[in-house]
């Protein structure tokens, strides 16, 4: 089963940074719009950030407009979120996933491809 490969979480302080970066087949990234997600125990998968198969359009919630930004290396088929200002509420595990169409990207169910996701804990 094809997965995608999520690194770079850990613990940082309060207004710290991060990178997390996702590996994915290439197949997946020529034709996948790509998305990053949160969720925090007993809570619904939170989208966080999305970006184009082709890279040139991206969104961001407002919640983290600012401080997070999704990026990706078409190359090597990796999708990034530099995560800058952390908070302790961004506190959460954080999944990459794959979409076909750019307008179903709001919806976890829409997404055809996951990772195992990378955990971000937030705290002094």
């Known amino acids: 089963q094809v997965q995608l490969v999520e690194s770079g979480g850990g613990l940082v302080q309060p207004g710290g940074s991060l990178r997390l970066s996702c590996a994915a087949p290439?197949?997946?990234?020529?034709?996948?719009?790509m998305s990053w997600f949160r969720q925090v125990s007993g809570k619904e998968r939170e989208l966080v950030a999305s970006i184009e198969n082709y890279g040139i359009g991206t969104s961001h919630v407002d919640s983290v407009k600012g401080r997070f930004t999704i990026s990706r290396d078409n190359v090597r088929s990796i999708v990034f979120l530099q995560m800058n200002s952390l908070k302790p509420e961004d506190t959460a595990v954080y999944y990459c996933?794959?979409?076909?169409?750019?307008?179903?990207?709001?919806?976890?169910?829409?997404?055809?491809?996951w990772g195992l996701g990378t955990q971000v804990t937030v705290s002094s």
């Open positions: 996933g794959a979409v076909k169409s750019w307008s179903d990207r709001r919806t976890p169910e829409n997404y055809v491809y």
């Open positions: 290439g197949f997946i990234f020529k034709t996948y719009h």
